[in-house]
């Protein structure tokens, strides 16, 4: 993996995914958070262990990704299952 620069931060990476898959491409891409969603992932509670992207029409789509509720959040807080929008 290449080096991120600097003021960049890696939120999470699944390591797993080697030992079980293939990967013959990577690519890089953002999504798109809501509410507290972004308080819990700069905490780093967030897995990516039982997701997987998938293409619905031409948007691509993080399914099966958890983010943990933030807990100080109360309007505005997500609920951790759901598909994320890249």
């Known amino acids: 993996m290449t080096p991120k620069p600097e003021g960049e931060k890696l939120i999470a990476n699944n390591r797993d995914v080697h030992h079980k898959f293939a990967v013959e491409e990577r690519f890089e891409a953002g999504l798109v958070l ?3 969603e972004v308080k819990s992932l700069r905490e780093g509670r967030v897995s990516l262990k039982e997701s997987f ?3 619905k029409g ?3 789509f993080l399914v099966g990704l958890h983010i ?3 807990t100080p959040g109360t309007s505005g807080t997500i609920p951790p299952a759901g ?3 890249s």
């Open 34 to 36: 809501k509410g507290t």
């Open 53 to 55: 992207a998938r293409f």
């Open 58 to 60: 031409d948007e691509l």
């Open 68 to 70: 943990a509720p933030y």
């Open 83 to 85: 598909l994320a929008s």
